[in-house]
């Protein structure tokens, strides 16, 4: 590699660190204001910019002058990748957005350190693996700080699909392969439910369910069951009409996680039960079911159709899942009338590539809201 070879590498790896923290910069400081870290993206893009050229005094002069955009194939290539689907340039959640960002940084220094490293520029190059490492903890922290928040706050996390880890006998999926496809498509809150497992076989399914939902920064919530939820390390529980009330379940929550955040959410059919689930002080509320199901066989409540939906996003001020029935064929109208964030089951579960198809339809769904 020659020296003008050298300094395009720079000028756009330069270009493209800085642009990255740019766009972290100006999260922190207008979508999500968090003035330590917006300082600390700005401080670093600094650095990036003038560290360098107090190495070499002679590089701004070097990048200006062997600048040759026209000629960069970059712009051609990732054009042709994204056609092809290798690579996307859409972030379903903010996280993603975040990490997206994060790696771009760390990559980009990680380049400009191993070019340097070729012109024997050891300098230059240790400068760069400094702030390398620098950018890994400025990411840490950032995801960190929006996880953190989101935690506390349902509305910020209950949009587009709530995952359903669930068995499904017809493909012979388990309620564990399931949550973890969801997860792996980028569903950001699952509710785990399994209604025949042994208690022991639930408690392990939740505990790997919970460590894997942690790592990506998700929700787990699970159904019914305050004992596994509390027992795993959970994010929250999800109760029906006829289970403990939501009064006692929080109760046990703060006895067990004193100070932690402990989502519960609660089934409604109708308006009087979600007038009741505001009033027990619920975080959320299942609406539903909106169409027929055969998903739950001992369903004893009726079909509570779209003008419940309606009435629920007119009326309660709680985060809201739509359930019961709902397809990618019928999620348009659920959506229309009001929902934000919905459940689907044998629609998806049953799909051949279920990740593959988990991320199509949430990628529709936030597109409509």
Known sequence: ???????????ANLNRVCEGLRVLEDYFRFASPRPDL????????????????????DLPDLLW????????????????????????HQHPTIRDFLSANGKRIQEGLRSLEEASRMLDQSRLARCFEVLRYQAYTLEADCLTAVTGARRAEPAAFLRGLYGMATP???????????????????????????????????????????????????ILIVNDRLDIALACGADGVHLGQEDLPVRVARQMAKQVRPG???????????PEQALAAVAAGCDYIGVGPVFATTTKADLRS????????????????????????????????VLQAGARCCAMIHAINQQPDLVAEVRHIQQQVLAQL
């Open 260 to 270: 932690l955040p402990f989502w519960i959410g609660l089934s409604t059919h109708n």
């Open 302 to 333: 009726p079909v509570a159709g779209l003008e419940y939906v309606r009435w629920v996003a007119a009326t309660i001020q709680l985060p809201q899942v739509a359930i019961g029935g709902i397809s990618p064929d019928n999620v348009a109208t």
């Open 168 to 218: 499904d006998p017809a493909t012979g999926r388990s309620a564990l392969s399931i949550g973890l496809c969801l997860l792996a498509a980028g569903v950001m809150v699952l509710q785990y439910r399994n209604k025949t497992a042994e208690t022991v076989d639930q408690l392990a399914d939740c505990q790997a369910l919970a460590a894997a939902c942690h790592e990506q920064g998700a």
């Open 65 to 88: 002058f062997c600048r040759d955009a026209k000629s960069d194939c970059g712009l051609e290539v990732a054009q042709r990748l994204q056609d092809q689907g290798v690579i996307q």
């Open 38 to 57: 917006a300082a600390r993206c700005k401080s670093l893009r600094h650095q990036v910019r003038h560290e360098p050229g107090c190495l070499m005094p």
């Open 1 to 11: 590699m020659d020296l003008p070879d050298f300094a395009r590498l720079l000028d």
